[in-house]
């Protein structure tokens, strides 16, 4: 089923997110894990695409398995490592194994590559078109606290109408932790006029180390409260698993209670935190949608 045929149905969507394995050998892992999110019953499970495309055959596969679990699939696809004719032919294979929702992405630049990009593939509103054209459901990525590259908060704002204009359907955001960020970003786009679903990309932070890495990959504001509890708790690793889990399911009552349309939980492929999670607020989102 195509996430804006769930999009239809539902007022709030919980979905999880996967990554395929660097290293063949744990490629059975990630499956594992996978199909205990299945067992969740979520409304999809993405499968990221990697650095580069490094994991582009893996996520096909992948997105294929939870199909045959019974949930649908979001394959990432990426601008970056890929020329159009590369694409269609990852679009091709999406095709075949029946995957109906593709996230698209220009992707990282990853350093001490030259020309990572094509000049005919260079922005992700530009795969939009192409998978729309080749009848996919469409979603893109969003950034609350602007893109890392935009000079501002309007050229962020200009680049994401783009993507809309070329026919994305819904958009997943980058990881955030104060939600007070997203709220205001909602209000900032629909003034601009962009009214399309928009799901809270959440990430548990379970180990404190995780939250000086959250910072350089996506220079996400830290509130005080996330930072003592990590101060507090980091020589006691089961404690700060615990107290991570508890404030990522506050952010998300608190998401859930203001309307916003879907949960996009950054599972790190971890089920046992996914899982903690879900008992926190399965009733919750049972009620809104009920």
Known sequence: MTISK?????????????FPPKQQANFENTVNAAKELCNL??????????????????????ASKILSFGTPALAHLTCVGNTIDEAKNIISQMKK???ENVLALRGDIPQGIPNPLSNE????????????DEGFCVGGACYPEG??????????????????????DFLTTQMFFDNNMLYSYLYQIQSKGIHVPVLAGIMPITN?????????????????KLLSICDRFSENPEAMRQAGIAYATDQIIDLISNGVRGIHIYTMNKPSVAQEIYKNVDKIISAINS
């Open 41 to 62: 019953n979520p409304d999809f499970i993405s499968v990221t695409y990697g650095a580069g495309g490094t994991t582009r055959e893996n996520t096909v596969e992948i």
């Open 147 to 168: 893109h890392p590259e935009s000079h501002n908060r309007q050229e962020d704002i200009d680049n994401l109408k783009y993507k809309i204009d070329a026919g994305v």
């Open 121 to 132: 593939l260079d922005h992700a509103n530009v795969l939009a078109k192409i998978l729309k």
């Open 6 to 18: 769930i999009l239809e149905q539902k007022k709030t969507l919980l979905s999880f997110e996967v």
């Open 97 to 99: 194994n029946k995957i």
């Open 208 to 224: 404190s180390n995780q939250v000086s890495k959250m910072v350089k990959l996506s220079s996400a504001y830290i509130p005080a």
